[in-house]
């Protein structure tokens, strides 16, 4: 079995498939019952469903990324640690772009 604990963007995932679908699914058999049509009553629940899933969705993103802002982490992608921050300009042979004789040589 594995041990290893879920992200908090899983995590996030998971409960709003979890809670669109079952107030989507709550409220297609109350709408099947009311209009004496299931199928009709639970695809207009599906429906409902996956809206939920987004509007459910998109405010807990927006509040974890709040969340990390008051904090002071931004929560976007983390730079590897061997990336380089810009070009290379330590003043070598490849400094100015030939790697040639580099015009301040000996005559």
């Given at each position: ?8 963007h ?15 699914m ?18 207009l ?7 939920l ?11 974890a ?10 929560g976007?992608?983390?730079a ?13 042979p ?8 580099g015009?301040?040589?000996?005559d």
């Open positions: 079995m594995d041990d290893r604990q879920p992200s908090s899983e995590s996030t995932a998971r409960l709003t498939w979890g809670v669109g679908i079952a107030l989507g709550g409220a297609g058999v109350a709408l099947g019952t009311a209009l004496d049509n299931m199928a009709l009553g639970i695809g629940g599906i429906a409902i469903g996956v809206a899933m987004v509007v459910i969705n998109l405010g807990l993103s927006r509040s990324r709040r969340r990390n802002s008051a904090s002071g982490t931004d976007g992608a983390v590897h640690p061997d990336a380089e921050d810009g070009p290379d300009v330590d003043g070598g490849d400094a100015d772009g030939g790697g040639g004789d015009g301040g040589g000996g």
